[in-house]
């Protein structure tokens, strides 16, 4: 459960600048948790992060964002040579718990697409976003992932994609909630 995992202590620390990024596996599954202080409101990191129509241009690496429901995406997120893209089938919903509101997303088998022969298929894809308003102007932003990237990344590699992929995404997320 992704949101349980986003809750959890003894995350291990890769980076502490304008983002943090850290890690833990728990049963031999990496998950990555990078979470940052905006002076952006919360209402615009919502709309930014609800407008999923709008994916492929607010983060740079995703090849694209298709519906295949109202609630279920495929999604292709593009590597650097010389790994293979990824993809994933996830559905996706909203929530507020107390004064934080979410956005998760976990792999789904209820709708099929074909797998791009140039593609790595992530199964266990999963995240969840967490806003915290702490003024009319300040938001916190967390995002925890499921840091399985499959294929052909050598082990020695993750720690560098992960704490790239945490600081990517959530600038990104920053310049289109401007």
Same mark, same amino acid.
């Given at each position: 459960?992704?949101?349980?995992?986003?809750?959890?202590?003894?995350?291990?620390?890769?980076?502490?600048?304008?983002?943090?990024?850290?890690?833990?596996?728990?049963?031999?599954?990496?998950y990555c948790k990078a979470s940052t202080i905006y002076n952006i409101p919360s209402y615009?990191?919502k709309n930014t992060i609800e407008d999923l129509d709008k994916y492929a241009e607010i983060?740079?690496?995703?090849?694209?964002?298709?519906?295949?429901?109202?609630?279920?995406?495929?999604?292709?997120?593009?590597?650097?040579?010389?790994?293979?893209?990824?993809?994933?089938?996830?559905?996706?919903?909203?929530? +507020? =718990? @107390?004064?934080?509101?979410? &956005?998760?997303?976990?792999?789904?088998?209820?709708?099929?697409?074909? #797998?791009?022969? /140039?593609?790595?298929?992530?199964?266990?894809?999963?995240?969840?976003? +967490? =806003? @915290?308003?702490?003024?009319? &102007?300040?938001?916190?932003?967390?995002?925890?992932?499921?840091?399985? #990237?499959?294929? /052909?990344?050598?082990?020695?590699?993750?720690?560098?994609?992960?704490?790239?992929?945490?600081?990517?995404?959530?600038?990104?997320?920053?310049?289109?909630?401007?």
């Amino acid at each position: 459960n992704i949101l349980e995992i986003s809750k959890l202590d003894g995350w291990e620390l890769l980076e502490s600048n304008e983002v943090t990024v850290s890690y833990q596996y728990i049963d031999n599954i990496p998950y990555c948790k990078a979470s940052t202080i905006y002076n952006i409101p919360s209402y615009k990191i919502k709309n930014t992060i609800e407008d999923l129509d709008k994916y492929a241009e607010i983060f740079k690496r995703m090849k694209f964002c298709n519906h295949l429901t109202e609630d279920i995406v495929h999604i292709q997120i593009d590597l650097p040579f010389p790994f293979y893209d990824r993809d994933y089938i996830v559905k996706h919903n909203h929530f +507020k =718990i @107390d004064n934080s509101e979410y &956005y998760m997303y976990t792999a789904t088998t209820e709708k099929s697409v074909p #797998l791009d022969k /140039n593609s790595v298929r992530l199964y266990n894809a999963s995240g969840i976003w +967490k =806003i @915290d308003e702490i003024d009319a &102007y300040t938001t916190k932003l967390s995002y925890t992932w499921n840091g399985e #990237l499959k294929g /052909n990344i050598p082990n020695w590699a993750l720690n560098t994609a992960w704490s790239m992929q945490g600081k990517e995404i959530l600038n990104w997320i920053k310049e289109g909630s401007k």
